[in-house]
Every structure is written in structure tokens, then in C-alpha cells.
């Protein structure tokens, strides 16, 4: 996956004053959370901690072939979502703490967690081909720190979606850097960033359909929309700034792109 240069996108985006609602983490009790497919239904069971793993969380499989369970890593300390993906997988979102995520690839013919890796804010294409996600930092005692964003390929393998000499049990390094522009993904890149250079997450991802999403980011107190269109293999990233006039009165808190409507010819930004 090649990342194009970022260029100009004009859009028609009306803005609103809104707040955002964190996700909950409650690894205490795992609600219910359920994926019914026309081949496959699973279901996120919580289970008493393995005594040699840790492991609290696995997914009962029904197929036609019968019924099987994954064990998920200890890493799962709380399952979000669970979504279909291509040539027979499957994409579990989840929690390792309050503020890192968890992603996994479940192989469901075997029954298997094929890869897994921890980032911020990841979320699942329609129809489960793409994950977008935030690279992962540590959430604490690090200073200088930039926002990578990321793209993983479900169909490709674990190995393909690292770049050549990431072992493919690298749960860092992971996936196809595509902002800001001249990213790419290695150990650490994403530290000791200077502060007035540094690019950092102004919103979740969200999906247009399988090939289109959008996100916000700042940098330099300037604040951007990203559009990302997906096609054969390349990522065409277009980016404009929104003026400062248009985000309303100036308050100490920065700007976040909390909602975004999508119509025909223009997104709906609720910030």
C-alpha cells in the first residue's frame, strides 16, 4: 500500500458544536457482543482467568462444520466488536486497558488467532476488508509523541502487513503508515517528535464504505480534515484546513471532530 502525496479536497462541511462520548471499559463484565453471518455466528464469552496465560475472553464459533472456540489473548481484557472479514477471517476489536486497544485476526475454518496487535482508535471497514487505526505509543512517561495513522489489509497475511525486517509477531509495527505524509513504520518513529511539528488525532475514523473514510488531525494549531480513497493497492490522501474562524469562539481546549454525516456530494461535520 503506496501513500500519495496529500493535496486539496474541497468539501461542503457545515459545522456544529457537539460532545463526544468515550468508549466504556469495563473488563469486569463483558456485554453482550454478538456477529450472526449466513456461514458463521460467534459470540465474546468471558471466562475465569487461565491460570498460565491470563487469557479472560475467547469466541464460540458455530459453523456448519459444528462448534469451536478461540481463546483470545490476555490482551483482550474486553471484546468491543466483531466483524466478518474477507477469505474467511474475522476482525475482533477489543481493550487492553482503558486507553490502548487491541485488534485480532481470527482464521475461522481453524479456529485461530492468525495476528494481533495493540493501537488507538481502530476501526473496521464495511465489509471488513480495512482496519484504520493509530499507532501505538505508551500511554504514559513519553514525551514528544506523534499521531501515525495506519492502515492494516485483513486478506493480506500477518508478515505482509509489516514492513520487511518486522518480525510478524510485532504487535507495534503494524500496517501501512498513510498520514502524515512521509510516514512510514519502523521502531519508534512515532517519538520524539518536536511539539510544534508533531501531527496528533482530532477524531475517531470514520468510514464512508469500503474504500472511502474520513478523520480530523492538528498540527501547529491548525485544523485539518484527511480524506482517504482506497484503490488498487494505492491510498490517495487529500487534506485541507479548516480557519479558525469557522470552528467558532477560541477556548483552551482543542478541537475534535466528534460526528460526521456522509450525503451524496458533501460530509456533515459535527466538531
Known amino acids: 500500500m503506496n501513500a500519495k502525496r496529500p493535496r486539496a479536497l474541497v468539501l461542503s462541511v457545515p459545522l ?11 473488563p469486569e463484565r463483558q456485554q453482550p457482543v454478538k456477529l450472526v453471518a449466513p456461514k458463521v455466528a460467534v459470540e465474546a464469552i468471558q471466562r475465569p482467568p487461565d491460570a498460565s496465560t491470563g487469557a479472560t475472553r475467547e469466541l464460540r464459533l458455530r459453523t456448519q462444520a459444528g462448534e469451536s472456540s478461540v481463546i483470545l489473548p490476555f490482551q483482550f481484557a474486553q471484546v468491543n466488536s466483531i466483524s466478518l472479514g474477507p ?8 481493550m487492553v486497558t482503558g486507553s ?9 475454518g481453524k479456529a485461530r488467532i492468525i495476528d494481533r496487535f495493540n ?41 505482509e502487513n509489516r514492513p ?8 507495534i509495527d503494524v500496517g501501512f503508515a498513510l498520514y502524515p505524509a ?21 477524531s475517531d475514523y470514520f468510514w464512508r464504505d469500503s474504500s472511502h473514510f474520513l478523520f480530523a488531525d492538528t498540527v501547529s494549531e491548525e485544523f485539518q480534515v484527511v480524506w482517504v480513497t482506497l484503490a488498487n493497492g494505492l491510498a490517495d ?27 451524496e456530494e458533501m460530509a456533515k461535520l459535527t466538531i
Open 16 to 26: 456544529l458544536i457537539s460532545a463526544l462520548s468515550a468508549q466504556e471499559f469495563h
Open 87 to 94: 477469505e474467511g477471517k474475522l476482525v475482533v476489536l477489543g
Open 100 to 108: 490502548v486497544s487491541e485488534v485480532g485476526i481470527v482464521e475461522i
Open 119 to 159: 493501537c488507538y482508535r481502530p476501526a473496521v471497514s464495511p465489509g471488513g476488508g480495512y482496519v484504520a487505526f493509530t499507532k501505538w505509543f505508551p500511554p504514559h512517561f513519553v514525551e514528544s509523541v506523534e499521531d501515525h495513522v495506519m492502515l492494516y489489509e485483513v486478506a493480506r497475511s500477518p508478515a
Open 164 to 171: 520487511a525486517g518486522i518480525e510478524p509477531g510485532n504487535d
Open 182 to 202: 512521509g510516514a512510514g513504520n519502523w521502531k519508534m518513529d512515532n517519538q520524539n517528535v518536536p511539539q510544534d511539528l508533531a501531527h496528533m488525532s482530532a
Open 237 to 263: 490522501v487529500r487534506s485541507f484546513t479548516i480557519p479558525p474562524a469557522e470552528l467558532g469562539p477560541k477556548s483552551n481546549s482543542t478541537p475534535w471532530l466528534a460526528d460526521v454525516k456522509f450525503g
